[in-house]
C-alpha cells in the first residue's frame, strides 16, 4: 500500500499546571476543548469537518477522546480514540492520526494528549476478605507488583552512576534549562502556543517555570540518600496539561494553500528492560538514526526530550554525541513539568513552534521528539519543516 504524504498545520497547548495548582479543578476535557478549539481556529478548519480525534492519556478512564470531542464541538460522527502508552500517549496518538491519514482512511485529524491528575479517579485494589482494608493503588506496567512513585528516578539514579554524571552536572543543567525558558518566555516565544483558558498572566506560563537560583538548587537533599544524585530540583514533577495538533492529508494542506507545516518523517518505538527506563528514550533516537534512508543525522539539529531527570538529558547528548544546545533549548520537563498522557504531544507542539512559529530558528529543518515511558518503553519520532 503506498503512504501518502502527511502534513501537521497547527499545534498549540495550555499552560502546563501543578497537581493541585493552576488546573485543580479541570477535567480532563475542559482542558483539552479549548486547545481542540483553537487548533481549529489557527487553520479555519471547521469542526464539522474533523474526522477523528485521537487522545493520549493515561488516568482518567473510559474513552475521554469522545468527550472531548463532544466538549469540543465535533460532529456525533467524528471517531474517537483513546491511546494509554502512559508518558508516550500523546506522541503515539499524533503518530497513530499520522498513519490514518498515510493509509488513505481519513483527511483530518485531531491528535494530542491532555492530563488532569488534580482530578484523576483514584484506584483502589478489591479487598480479597471481608477483614481487608481497601488500599490504593499505582498498578505496575509490567506485572501485578504495585509500582513505586520513585521507579522512574531509580532508573535515572542508575543512569547517572553508570555515566558517571555528577550533582553538579545535573543541577547546571536545571539552572541552565530554567534560564532558557525565561529567556523564551521573555522574547513571547510561548506566545503563540499556550491558549489561556482565562485571560490572566497565570494561565499564559508554565506553573512550575520559576527558576531556582544555583544555591537553592545545591541545597536540596537527595532523593535515594546520602549518595543520590537527583533532587527535587532537578527531576520533572507529574502535572496537569493539554495539547493537540491538527494532522491533514496533503489534499487538504494544498486546499488551505500549502501553509507552513511539520511533516512526520520516520519514527522508532521499542522496550528495554524494566527499571531502565532513563535509557529508553536514548536507545529510540538511536534506532531512528539507523531509519534516517540516506538523510545526515547531522542535519537533525533540535532535540525536543521530556527529561524524567537532568541526568537524562545529560545523557542524550553524551551518548549520541549531541551539542547540548541542540536539547530542549527553550527548557524541558525538569522547567515546565510532566503531563504525562500529554507530554509527548507537548514535544511536537515545541518543535512546532520552534521550526514554524519562531522566526529566528527557521534555519532549522529538522527536529526530534523523544521520551521514555513507564514500564521501559522508548519513543522517537523526526519531523520535518515544510
Not at 37 to 59: H, P, Q, Y
Not at 72 to 90: E, F, K, N, R, Y
Request: glycine share 10%.
Amino acid at each position: 500500500m503506498r503512504s501518502l504524504p502527511v502534513y501537521i498545520i497547527a499545534a498549540r497547548r495550555t499552560a502546563i499546571g501543578r497537581i493541585g495548582g493552576l488546573h485543580r479543578l479541570r477535567r480532563v476535557e475542559d482542558l483539552a476543548a479549548p486547545v481542540v478549539e483553537a487548533v481549529l481556529k489557527d487553520t479555519g478548519v471547521e469542526a464539522s469537518e474533523v474526522d477523528e480525534i485521537i487522545v493520549g492519556n493515561c488516568t482518567a478512564g473510559d474513552n475521554p477522546a469522545r468527550l472531548i470531542a463532544l466538549a469540543s464541538g465535533l460532529p456525533v460522527t467524528a471517531m474517537a480514540t483513546t491511546i494509554d502508552q502512559q508518558c508516550a500517549s500523546g506522541l503515539e496518538a499524533i503518530l497513530a492520526a499520522a498513519r490514518r491519514i498515510a493509509a488513505g482512511e481519513a483527511e483530518i485529524v485531531v491528535a494530542g494528549g491532555v492530563e488532569s491528575l488534580s482530578t484523576a479517579p483514584w484506584r483502589i485494589a478489591k479487598p480479597r476478605n471481608l477483614f481487608q482494608t481497601p488500599h490504593f493503588i499505582r498498578p505496575e506496567p509490567t506485572g501485578a507488583v504495585p509500582m513505586a512513585e520513585h521507579v522512574p528516578h531509580i532508573s535515572c539514579e542508575k543512569l547517572a552512576l553508570r555515566l558517571g554524571i555528577t550533582r553538579a552536572e545535573q543541577d547546571a543543567w536545571t539552572f541552565t534549562s530554567h534560564r532558557k525558558a525565561a529567556e523564551a518566555r521573555e522574547a513571547r516565544h510561548f506566545v503563540g502556543e499556550i491558549v489561556p483558558l482565562r485571560a490572566t498572566t497565570e494561565e499564559a506560563r508554565d506553573q512550575s517555570a520559576v527558576g531556582p537560583d544555583a544555591d537553592d538548587l545545591a541545597d536540596l537533599e537527595p532523593i535515594a540518600g546520602e549518595m543520590g544524585t537527583l533532587t527535587a530540583g532537578n527531576i520533572s514533577a507529574l502535572h496537569d496539561g493539554a495539547a493537540f495538533v491538527l494532522v491533514v492529508s496533503e489534499a487538504e494542506w494544498e486546499r488551505r494553500g500549502r501553509p507552513p507545516a511539520l511533516r512526520p518523517v520516520v519514527n522508532a518505538a521499542l522496550g528495554v528492560e524494566p527499571g531502565l527506563e532513563a535509557e529508553a528514550p536514548i536507545a529510540a533516537v538511536q534506532k531512528l538514526y539507523s531509519r534516517l534512508n540516506g538523510l545526515d543525522r547531522s542535519a537533525i539539529s533540535l532535540f525536543e526530550l521530556s527529561e524524567a531527570a537532568a541526568v537524562q538529558a545529560i545523557a542524550l547528548g553524551r551518548q549520541l554525541g549531541l551539542d547540548e544546545a541542540a536539547i530542549n533549548p527553550e527548557g524541558g520537563a525538569v522547567v515546565r513539568g510532566h503531563p504525562l498522557g500529554a507530554a509527548g504531544a507537548v514535544l511536537v507542539t515545541r518543535l512546532f513552534s520552534r521550526l514554524i512559529r519562531n522566526e529566528a530558528a527557521r534555519g532549522a529543518r529538522y527536529g526530534v521528539a523523544a521520551l521514555g515511558a513507564n514500564g521501559g518503553l522508548g519513543l522517537a519520532a523526526l519531523f520535518e519543516r515544510t
